[in-house]
């Protein structure tokens, strides 16, 4: 059974850059055709997607954060990676990596399998 | 930011059904499959309904999805106390080329 783990600061300072990492276990983030995902759900709001990694080192990101956001995959460990730049207030969250379904094997799929989240607050 | 429209809070006594509506457009509801996910307090969210209607292995029976149109619904019967939960609906925008959220459905068995 694959299970992710998501790490990184608890803690950003406003402007600057916001890094986590995902690791994954019990499989591999090149297994074909899963896409690996990153969500987050700030303070009394929704969940919002960031962005995603197919299994081949494919990205896409969020259009509204795009400017901002880059995902991408270290197979050597196994693991991928959120970073985010200039970050606000706003941007305070619990940040979840999750794993796509691969019942479509497309990025439409659904995420079936999820971290546990990681809580970033951004903050002098 | 929601793109997915969703009451905010649904209720019931232990045993009864409850449903919950997902308003969306013809960019995605309309034109791709519709995802639910359950998030019980202090929990990540867990994937309960794919493709519209299907269940992952292991989600009750109780719980059942369909679709019509531009809008989705969850419904939960023979409702139980762990069942108090957000519920939040997703799928794919073409428009907006990613995925996108329903607004969350706060369900309190009463």
């Known amino acids: 059974q694959v299970q992710l783990q998501e790490s990184g600061p608890g803690l950003v300072k406003p402007s600057g850059t916001l890094s986590l990492t995902c690791t994954v276990s019990g499989g591999s983030i090149t297994d074909n055709p899963f896409y690996w995902v990153w969500i987050r759900q700030p303070p009394g709001k929704g969940l919002e997607w960031i962005g995603t990694?197919?299994?081949?080192?494919?990205?896409f990101h969020s259009p509204s954060l795009e400017s901002r956001v880059t995902v991408s995959a270290d197979t050597s460990k196994n693991q991928f990676s959120l970073k985010f730049r200039s970050v606000t207030a706003a941007d305070t969250a619990v940040y979840y990596c999750a794993k796509s379904s691969g019942e479509m094997a497309t990025i439409r799929d659904a995420f079936d399998i999820w971290g546990q989240g990681t809580t970033v607050t951004v903050s002098s | 930011q929601s793109v997915l429209t969703q009451p905010p809070s649904a209720s019931g006594t232990p045993g009864q059904r409850v449903t919950i509506s997902c308003s969306g457009s013809s960019s995605n509801i309309g034109n791709n499959y519709v995802n639910w996910y359950q998030r019980l307090p202090g929990t990540a969210p867990k994937l309960l309904i794919y493709k519209n209607n299907q269940r992952p292995s292991g989600v009750p029976d109780r719980f059942s999805g369909s679709k019509s149109g531009t809008s989705a619904s969850l419904a939960i019967s023979g409702l139980r106390s762990e069942d108090e939960a957000d519920y939040y609906c997703?799928?794919?925008?073409?428009?907006?080329?990613?995925?996108?959220f329903g607004t969350g459905t706060k369900v309190t068995v009463l």
């Open positions: 990694v197919s299994y081949s080192g494919r990205t």
């Open positions: 997703s799928g794919w925008d073409d428009s907006l080329s990613g995925h996108v």
